[in-house]
């Protein structure tokens, strides 16, 4: 394998990921999992995390980066966003729990709901 500097495709799309953001969402979700079981249950609806709460803890709604997920959820364009949703759902998906999106009462902002 010749040596060489520059990423390939595969590494740049791997490299454009916000992989502390993903590592911190995935770890908030477990959290709310591991407690919704201990207390019996076999669902969690979470709104919490940096993906999904509003407003943000500053407490400034234009600081809140969740907006900007439900936007990209709901289709407005990006890709690195979008790309972060996916990693988490699949992270989930490939542990056998159902995962999904659902918009929140505040219709700007979208929950998780996991099952079990």
């Known amino acids: 394998m010749p040596n060489r500097f520059f990423p390939s495709a595969r590494e740049a799309r791997f490299n454009s990921r916000n992989n502390?953001?993903?590592?911190?969402?995935?770890?908030?979700?477990?959290?709310?999992?591991?407690?919704?079981?201990?207390?019996?249950l076999f669902e969690v609806v979470i709104d919490d995390t940096v993906m999904t709460q509003y407003p943000a803890p500053t407490g400034d709604p234009e600081d809140s980066p969740s907006?900007?997920?439900?936007?990209?959820?709901?289709?407005?364009?990006?890709?690195?966003?979008?790309?972060?949703?996916?990693?988490?759902?699949?992270?989930?998906?490939?542990?056998g729990y159902s995962i999904a999106r659902r918009v929140a009462s505040n219709s700007i902002t979208f929950t998780w709901v996991i099952k079990w």
Do not use: C, P
């Open 20 to 40: 502390l953001e993903i590592f911190r969402e995935i770890r908030a979700i477990e959290e709310h999992i591991l407690v919704a079981q201990n207390d019996g």
């Open 67 to 95: 907006i900007a997920f439900f936007n990209t959820w709901r289709g407005e364009a990006s890709v690195s966003l979008e790309e972060q949703m996916k990693t988490v759902i699949g992270y989930f998906q490939d542990l």
